[in-house]
């Protein structure tokens, strides 16, 4: 991997997305609206929005970003842009790097604007420090961009790639502990569940929910979640094909 070529990507990828608002805002507002909608709905329960806020907090971030992720690389590959990069001193790993780190770029900013919400003006309440949320608000952001980059792969159209989602994301949204524990699931759906990453990424933000201190459980969340992204970006460069469908 060539690390001029590698930044020289992530530079397109972001001139390409400063002419594209409504992805900008896909990206960055819509995490931030359905945090604000989610915090009134509960008005009247302020502890119901606190123990599922800083979950929520970490999977909004991943759904969006895998979703504008996977269509944004998709129009590379059909519009034959993917294909002529590829004719070039380009390597897949440079390509599928490049893009990272420009989704990457805007996911620090959008887990930031979603973090400062949540904290400082829809009052989430958290034991632990607003920066371990942040990072595991990222960590998610960062899984969700490597998701979209390693389904695109498998789509042919826009509409297809949006079909991913049901197939991807939501069976994690079910299992990842929101909305019951997980030890307390049907054993063969809690064994599903802990070989999910966004088990880990709820499990991480519940860390942050109860201890003010950084615990072992914590690192190891957050570690996984890392590790699954890098995987799946492995694996996104090796499905790469140097031909459009």
Same mark, same amino acid.
């Given at each position: 991997?060539?690390?001029?070529?590698?930044?020289?990507?992530?530079?397109?990828? &972001?001139?390409?997305?400063?002419?594209?608002?409504?992805?900008?805002?896909?990206?960055?507002?819509?995490?931030?609206?359905?945090?604000?909608?989610?915090?009134?709905?509960?008005?009247? +329960?302020?502890?119901?929005?606190?123990?599922?806020?800083?979950?929520?907090?970490?999977?909004?971030?991943?759904?969006?970003?895998?979703?504008?992720? +996977?269509?944004?690389?998709?129009?590379?590959?059909?519009?034959?842009? %993917?294909?002529?990069?590829? @004719?070039?001193?380009?390597?897949?790993?440079?390509?599928?790097?490049?893009?990272?780190?420009?989704?990457?770029?805007?996911? /620090?900013?959008?887990?930031?604007?979603?973090?400062?919400?949540?904290? =400082?003006?829809?009052?989430?309440?958290?034991?632990?420090?607003? =920066?371990? %949320?942040?990072?595991?608000?990222? &960590?998610?952001? &960062?899984?969700?961009? @490597?998701?979209?980059?390693?389904?695109?792969?498998?789509?042919?159209?826009?509409? $297809?790639?949006?079909?991913?989602?049901?197939?991807? /994301?939501?069976? $994690?949204?079910?299992?990842?502990?929101?909305?019951?524990?997980?030890?307390?699931?049907?054993?063969?759906?809690?064994? /599903?569940?802990?070989?999910?990453?966004?088990?880990?990424?709820?499990?991480?933000?519940?860390?942050?929910?109860?201890?003010?201190?950084?615990?072992?459980?914590?690192?190891?969340?957050?570690? /996984?979640?890392?590790?699954?992204?890098?995987?799946?970006?492995?694996?996104?460069?090796?499905?790469?094909?140097?031909?459009?469908?």
């Amino acid at each position: 991997m060539n690390t001029y070529r590698t930044a020289a990507t992530a530079a397109r990828v &972001l001139r390409q997305l400063r002419h594209d608002p409504r992805s900008i805002a896909l990206m960055l507002l819509v995490p931030c609206v359905m945090l604000f909608l989610l915090r009134y709905v509960f008005d009247g +329960s302020p502890r119901t929005f606190n123990s599922i806020g800083a979950s929520l907090l970490g999977i909004f971030p991943l759904i969006t970003m895998f979703l504008v992720t +996977s269509i944004a690389t998709l129009r590379e590959r059909t519009s034959g842009t %993917l294909e002529r990069l590829l @004719a070039m001193p380009l390597g897949k790993a440079d390509l599928i790097a490049g893009y990272a780190l420009a989704f990457g770029a805007l996911a /620090i900013v959008q887990s930031a604007l979603a973090t400062g919400l949540a904290l =400082w003006a829809l009052d989430l309440h958290v034991t632990g420090s607003a =920066w371990l %949320l942040l990072l595991v608000a990222l &960590l998610d952001a &960062l899984l969700g961009t @490597a998701l979209g980059l390693f389904v695109s792969a498998f789509a042919a159209s826009e509409f $297809q790639a949006v079909q991913f989602m049901p197939a991807v /994301i939501f069976p $994690q949204l079910l299992l990842c502990g929101l909305f019951i524990a997980r030890d307390r699931m049907q054993p063969v759906l809690e064994a /599903i569940s802990n070989i999910l990453p966004m088990s880990y990424a709820v499990d991480g933000m519940n860390e942050v929910l109860r201890h003010t201190d950084l615990t072992a459980l914590y690192v190891r969340d957050a570690l /996984i979640v890392a590790g699954c992204a890098v995987l799946v970006l492995a694996l996104g460069a090796a499905t790469l094909r140097r031909r459009t469908a």
